[in-house]
């Protein structure tokens, strides 16, 4: 499987962003989809996963209710919708993938085994 991030850019504090991800892949149902970010200097984290029946899991306190992971299986596509972004949300997101997998162990990097190239959000203050 590929994965192509997009959707990334500038905005200003309190604005809004929707990252997507484009699998290229047969079978995407199997797949379980996650959202890492890694900012300048930290290493990467965990934001938000969803699995192939679009039950999903967020990091609580990376998204507080402001993020919203959701994915098209007609399309091969995961999302992510970032609102109210905060200076603090500037960073590289990652979607990544991972076959069969549980949605109760996707907070994990090493739990995926298929990473997209990132895609830059910046946020202003």
Known sequence: VQLQASGGGLV???GSLRLSCA????TFSDYV???FR???GKER???AAINRLGVTTYDADTVKG??????????NMVSLQMN???PEDTAVYYCAARRYGRLSTATAEDYYDTWGQGTQVTVSS
């Open 45 to 47: 984290e965990f934001v």
């Open 84 to 86: 109210s972004l905060k």
């Open 66 to 75: 402001r993020f919203t992971i959701s994915r098209d299986n007609a399309k």
């Open 23 to 26: 699998a290229s892949v047969r």
């Open 12 to 14: 200003q504090a309190g």
């Open 33 to 35: 989809m996650g959202w």
């Open 38 to 40: 890694q900012a300048p």
